[in-house]
């Protein structure tokens, strides 16, 4: 039986129409009826999430392991704003995160009623469709809500925002089935031939031309930018940019020296990340990419090879490079270790030192909230992307990020395919790579947030298996454990490094390089 509540039905029928499959849920009494439908719809799989901001990164691992959109529920108030910082990422990240709330009838706004406030555009341009269903009275009003929901779902590759005002009473489920809908399909044109070709000619035919991809594989190419400084030989005259985003600073500034770019997306956004974009292609990024790499086999190109043996020069230095026990050490030791495992099971990387440290020694593509930067969900993503396969998933995490999302670990989806290698040196460790910040007394207590926990507690009062290092040998030894021991609940390794250490041995790295050039 479902909800008597017709705007709700009129949702969950076309979820289910649109083929969304699952959804995490929040608790509330508002959005009860909501909840009620989707965990009463045999098509859809519900994921219950206490903490709102946490729900929504896991919705947001989720979208990214199925590719399909995903549904996070919350209730009314303060409830949907804290999915903003989630809802961000995503709609930097192209992610099709549906975001459903319940709400207060609008006349109940701004009258001192409890848990009200204006929830219609509360996430603004963060999503790229916001729609409040109405109650409908009529059929005018009926088709309103079942065009506005269409209109909503049929948005891919970025947030939408569902709003639903639910009246009192909000506990009558006595409908027994779900409306028939009609349900609005969008048919993708895709990119033509001819157009796929002019973009491989384009760079076929430049005398300079570079082929680039953003998240979620870049590597080593911030290494090979710093081994070239300001050399013009090296900088590209047309560049194809496929792919989400940069993380070096480094590369993308190189790359604004270019005369162009012509980028390749699903969307067809204008991302003039280089500020030198003229052309905008929609498509698949990857076919384009491996069109273009067909090409370069047939007829190999000077600049592109001259690139090529530039990052294998790179390549050689960082697997040459032997690190003394630090974080650079665990990662090297973690990509290292999963490239002889059987399963290449996927790998999320924390922003900050986790992601560039992966830049350096990941061969493969790699999943971080790259979208705009935040610590604020790392763990969460990686944990919902996990409740999705039964593959391994890894998440590598500095300290503050994970205590900050230490509330991922506090729910009940979690199994023992979710393995977590916690690098800890009691503070945000890339605020000792900034230049000049060095200078001000209040750096290690105040930015970089100094401290003394663990997270050995965290991990006693969620059922997790407790591993800990603090040299290279118990580091070595908990990677492999971590990568290959079989366990019914998620294992943690926390690798417990010197701060300083950390910082000597990243600027090493890159002497060495410079040494060598």
């Known amino acids: 039986m479902y909800s008597n509540k017709e705007n709700v039905n009129i949702l969950t029928a076309l979820l289910v129409a649109h083929g969304v499959r699952h959804a995490v849920v929040c608790p509330g009494s508002r959005n009860a009826p909501i909840v009620h439908n989707l965990n009463e719809c045999p098509d859809i799989q519900c994921y219950p999430v206490t903490d709102e901001r946490s729900a929504g990164f896991y919705a947001l691992g989720m979208t990214q392991c199925l590719k399909e959109p995903v549904v996070v529920c919350v209730t009314s108030g303060t409830a949907l704003l804290n999915l903003a910082p989630a809802v961000a990422e995503a709609y930097y990240q192209h992610q099709s995160l549906v975001v459903v709330s319940a709400d207060r009838p609008a006349a109940w706004i701004d009258q001192l009623d409890g848990q009200t406030l204006p929830q219609p555009d509360a996430l603004g341009r963060f999503v790229r469709k916001a729609v409040s269903l109405p109650k409908p009275h009529d059929e005018e009003e009926r088709w309103y809500c079942n065009r506005l929901v269409n209109e909503a779902l049929l948005v891919r590759h970025a947030p939408v ?75 590209p005259d047309f560049v194809l940019y496929t792919g989400g985003s940069i993380v070096s600073k480094r590369v993308k500034h190189f790359l604004r020296k270019a005369k162009e770019t012509w980028t390749v997306n699903e969307t067809g956004e204008v991302n003039d990340t280089f500020m030198n974009l003229t052309h905008v292609v929609q498509g698949d990024g990857d076919v384009v990419a491996d069109q273009v790499r067909f090409m370069l086999e047939q007829q190999p190109h000077p600049f592109v090879q001259q690139w090529d043996e530039l990052l294998e020069r790179v390549r050689q230095h960082a697997i040459a490079y032997q690190p003394a026990y630090s974080q650079m050490a665990t990662v090297k030791c973690v990509e290292s270790q999963r490239s002889k495992v059987e399963s290449q099971f996927p790998i999320h990387y924390a922003n900050s030192t986790a992601i560039r440290l992966a830049n350096i020694y990941a061969s493969h593509p790699v999943y971080c909230n790259r979208g705009v930067n935040g610590i604020d969900g790392s763990l969460s993503t990686a944990a919902g992307f996990s409740c999705v396969t039964d593959e391994p998933v890894i998440c590598v995490i500095g300290d503050l990020s994970f205590f900050y999302d230490q509330n991922a670990l506090w729910n009940q989806n979690l199994r023992g395919n979710f393995r977590i290698l916690l ?95």
């Open 161 to 235: 925002h569902i709003n639903v005002p639910i009246s009192e009473p909000l506990f009558d489920f006595s409908v027994s089935s779900l409306p028939e809908e009609r349900e609005i399909a969008f048919l993708p044109a895709d990119t033509p031939a001819h157009t796929l070709s002019h973009v491989v000619r384009m760079f076929m035919q430049a005398k300079r031309p570079m082929l680039i991809a953003g998240q979620p594989m870049n590597p080593n190419m911030d290494e090979a930018v710093c081994l070239v400084e300001d050399d013009e030989c090296y900088v």
């Open 423 to 517: 690098m800890n040196n009691g503070k945000g460790g890339i605020f000792n790579m900034l230049s000049g910040l060095e200078q001000s007394p209040a750096r290690d207590r105040f930015v970089a947030a100094g401290h003394h926990t663990s997270a050995k507690g965290i991990c006693e009062q969620n059922d997790i298996v407790y591993l800990r290092a603090e040299d290279m040998t118990e580091m070595q030894e908990g990677v492999e454990r971590l990568l290959q021991e079989q366990s019914d609940r998620p294992m943690l390794l926390e690798v417990f490094t010197d701060a300083a250490v950390d910082e000597q041995v990243f600027r090493d790295y890159y002497a060495q390089i410079r040494k060598n050039r």
